[in-house]
């Protein structure tokens, strides 16, 4: 709620996200009280499954958008297809490049899909369920604060395609961002977000072999 009050009284500037202000509080708070991640994380479980039915309900106002899906659905495929891929690769590669410690590396791997999913797959992957909250938050903040700059820079106005480019990228915090534009754009970024979760899910535990010792 601090989060929220900062963020919209500084006009929405994405370096005061509602993320960034209440991530540090709830850290101190946790420092505080000398809790533990692990307590924390399990005293959370209602917080957490709720994660699930919001994103689901997002299916809402992409349903009202739907008729539009058709006539893009060969270029939606492709960009799906070559940024989920991107995303998650290029994390690896310059992981691998820099010799990070292997489950340092299979926790970053998910960093741009949204939160359910990430956590599921780092998991699945042997990663560290802390260190991805963390990448998923980073992401998703520079994510939202470098699209309006690549938009201009690639002539994007389209807020079909800048939101899902923000869903398949920023995932939650980039679909907030795009429901900020207007309603059509936040459509776009939940179809982005949800089938690059999907996408990922399927070509990431058969690829993260590849950058394994």
Known sequence: ??????????????????LL?????????????QL?????????GLLRWLLGPATV???????????????LFKPLLVTLFLGG????????????????????LLSLAAKSVTTPIALGLTQKLGGLTSLI???VLLTGIIGVLLAPMVFRMSKIDDDRW????????????GTAKAFEISPRCGAFSTLGMGLNGIWTSVFLPLSVSFFLP
Do not use: C
């Open 133 to 135: 909250t963390v990448a």
């Open 85 to 104: 891929f991107f995303a998650a690769l290029s994390a690896l590669l310059l992981g691998k490049l820099v010799a990070l410690d292997q489950q340092v």
């Open 21 to 33: 202000i209440g991530t540090p509080l709830i850290f101190i708070a946790m420092m505080t009280l």
């Open 57 to 71: 309900a997002l299916a809402i106002p992409l349903a009202q958008q739907m008729h539009q899906v058709p006539a």
């Open 1 to 18: 709620m601090i989060g929220l009050w900062v963020y919209r009284r500084s006009g929405r500037n994405m370096l005061l996200h509602p």
């Open 162 to 173: 800048q939101g899902f480019i923000l869903g398949v990228t920023a995932h939650a915090i």
């Open 36 to 44: 533990d991640f692990e307590s924390y994380y399990e005293g959370n």
